[in-house]
């Protein structure tokens, strides 16, 4: 049976030289590519009002939630600190729905970066805004100026975690972002850290939603042992379906 997985796109929230409004929705096409190389069927979900989650969580099997700008604070109950980056209110508002209303009709959800906390906030959990001003950690979790598709640090799994299962114990991945799950929501359980601690993988408690903190997307070229990680989820989708 093939699945249908929708992907929630992000959009322009500023003017280009090329598109003079931000009205252009869009999703990077590595999720594209990983949803296909898992035999799945990609459809991108365009952003649009909280009201209209159901109606696209209907016509899909599974949801996928890209990475993008950093998730409005407000919506976990803290006043956004000055090291805060670009926030989308609408987007996370439309996301948290979609995550929910999934949720509800028990079809899976995998997040990846951006998309794993946001799957953290609509649990009912908290982020650290600012990993480096917050916490103060070791590891360099924005590896930007080094190519995206290059792993830079390791992440440690939890022995028979669906993580643990595809990859293994310990390996290297690549890292974008500076905010991370703080407070993890009830219903949610760590799989995976970095060796200073910051929460690289979860699962849901039956098992159905999934997430992780860095980008295997991008690696799936140069480092194709990433695509089991979308096989997994087109394998649970079908499952469930």
């Known amino acids: 049976m093939t699945v ?3 992907i929630a796109s992000n959009h322009l929230i500023h003017p280009t030289k090329r598109w003079g409004t931000n009205y252009v929705d869009y999703v990077q096409r590595d999720f594209v590519d990983g949803v296909r190389w898992a035999n799945a069927v990609p459809l991108i979900i365009p952003l649009t009002e909280p009201k209209d989650a159901k109606v696209y969580v209907e016509k899909v099997d599974g949801l996928l939630l890209t990475g993008g700008q950093d998730v409005t604070s407000l919506l976990y109950g803290e006043a956004p ?16 729905a979609l995550v929910k209303e999934a949720v509800r009709v028990h079809k899976p ?15 009912g959990g908290s ?3 600012d990993i480096q001003s ?4 070791s590891t360099k979790h924005e590896q930007y100026p080094t190519s995206w598709e290059i792993p830079t640090h390791y992440i440690n799994t939890i022995a028979h975690s669906w993580l643990n299962d595809l990859l293994g114990d310990r390996f290297a991945v690549n890292s974008f972002h500076h905010q991370a799950i703080h407070k993890l929501a009830t219903g949610l359980t760590v799989i995976a850290t970095s060796d200073d601690g910051i929460i690289e ?14 980008h295997p997307e ?7 042992t990433f695509r089991k990680i979308f096989a997994y989820f087109a394998k649970l989708v079908e499952t469930v379906e």
Do not use: H, K, W
């Open 4 to 6: 249908t997985i929708g």
């Open 201 to 214: 993988g979860i699962q849901s408690n039956d098992g159905q939603v999934i997430g992780v903190q860095f």
């Open 218 to 224: 991008m690696m799936i070229r140069s480092y194709p």
């Open 81 to 96: 600190l000055i090291q805060s980056g670009e926030t989308d209110r609408y987007r996370d508002e439309f996301e948290i």
């Open 127 to 129: 982020l650290y805004q």
């Open 134 to 137: 917050q916490l103060g950690n």
């Open 109 to 123: 959800v995998l997040g990846i970066c951006r998309g794993q906390q946001v799957i953290n906030v609509a649990f």
